[in-house]
């Protein structure tokens, strides 16, 4: 008798099944620790420690939003209060269960195997992990010493690719994308995604607006950074709209869960408070680099998003990262080379960065001595 074998049975693209790595589990880790979880401060996955805005909980605790039924496939609504709140059509936004999803609506357009895409190393791991599903090769130009971008060499390779995918600020490093950049990457003809997770904690104006007017530029936005939504999962695209009829077109019709439209709804008739809460977390960002960078062994990275890479001189990211865990603070550290003496903290609230940064003190006393 024949048997099924799933593994393979999978696409010639998949059979070296990628792997995204996500978060660990924060029980898991807690658990490990003895820590009592309730008493964790989690910094590790650029989330925001406020969470949702005030409308945005009580609608999701409101029964006039209706998990029975399927939403708006056309998203309607949605789409009319992002236009608003950006100054955009409609017709130019298509809505995602996360950025994330946008990425791969894109994916499933235009990459198939064979096909180029380019990023600037270290970044977001989403695009490569989509450009390995699909088959797609990933021309990687490394970022330069501190982190700036290469531009000719990634102009030369935009020109040989479908796609070109960059964060502005990147992640993890925290640097803003110049413009010049942009405009030289756009006279490649090339699709451009400007990825703008964290543009609401930045100086940088965002390329929203332009992206509907310019064929191939396309701006991810998402809910779940400024908006304070991570776990409920929405994000969305602005482009020119030509392009968002056909994501809308190939998208899965019910890609957005009523919980996360009525909170998002409810978020962008709460952008005062958010932006407020924007603002008070780039003040701690920038107090919390002045503070760390006192300390002498850290380094960190002026960032322009809710979160600081930092090079540390003593030990390495992983031992300091374990360092902070026995602390109860889950920071994230990323096992590459150029990074593994480094680590990432998102900005907590004021008290929880008073204790982020004692903790910094106590672990390069403890290393000074080691
Ligand atoms: C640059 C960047 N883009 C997108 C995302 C994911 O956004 P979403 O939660 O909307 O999928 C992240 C999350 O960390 C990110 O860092």
């Known amino acids: 008798m024949a048997v099924f074998d799933p593994r393979a049975a ?7 099944l990628p792997a995204y790595a996500a978060l660990e589990d924060p029980a898991a880790i807690a658990a490990q620790y003895g820590l009592d979880i309730a008493d964790v401060i989690k910094v590790d996955g650029n989330e925001n420690p406020y969470g949702p805005s005030p409308k945005a909980l009580e609608a999701l605790r ?3 939003y209706e998990p029975h039924v399927y939403g708006d496939a056309d998203q309607k609504d949605l789409r009319a209060a992002i236009g608003g709140y950006l100054g955009v059509p409609p017709e ?21 195997e064979g096909d180029r895409i380019v990023t600037a190393s270290p970044t977001f791991g989403m695009y490569a992990f989509n450009a390995q599903v699909a088959g797609a090769e990933v021309v990687d130009v490394p970022l330069l010493e501190g982190w700036t971008f290469d531009t000719e060499a990634l102009v030369d390779a935009a020109m040989q690719s479908k796609a070109v995918f960059i964060p502005t600020p990147n992640n993890p490093t925290g640097n803003a994308l110049p413009l010049a950049v942009v405009d030289r990457l756009l006279e490649t ?3 451009v995604v400007i990825d703008e997770a964290y543009i609401e904690f930045s100086r940088q104006p965002s390329l929203a607006k332009r992206a509907t007017e310019t064929p191939g530029l396309v701006v991810l936005r998402t809910f779940s950074k400024w908006g304070g939504l991570a776990g409920l999962r929405i994000g969305y695209g ?13 998208k899965d019709p019910y890609n957005v869960n009523a919980a996360a439209e009525a909170a998002a709804l409810a978020s962008l008739r709460d952008v005062a408070v958010l932006d407020e809460r924007a603002c008070t977390l780039t003040g701690e960002r920038d107090r919390m680099s ?11 990275y002026p960032s322009e998003a809710v979160f600081i890479l930092m090079r540390l001189d003593r030990g390495d990211g992983r031992l300091v990262r374990d360092g902070l865990r026995r602390r109860g603070i889950f920071a994230r550290f990323m096992d590459t080379p150029r990074l593994r003496d480094h680590i990432r903290i998102s900005i ?7 204790r982020i940064i004692e903790a910094f003190r106590e672990i390069g006393e403890e290393l000074a001595n080691a």
Not at 10 to 16: V, W
């Open 10 to 16: 999978l696409r010639r693209s998949l059979r070296e």
């Open 62 to 64: 409101s029964v006039a």
């Open 92 to 112: 130019a936004i298509v809505v995602g269960s996360g950025s994330d999803e946008l990425i791969e609506i894109l994916f499933r357009l235009y990459m198939e």
């Open 238 to 250: 602005v482009m020119h709209p030509e392009m968002a009829s056909l994501l809308m077109q190939a």
């Open 348 to 354: 907590g609230l004021p008290e929880q960065n008073d």
């Open 290 to 300: 002045e503070a760390l960078a006192r300390l002498g062994w850290v380094h960190p």
């Open 189 to 191: 003809g090339t699709m």
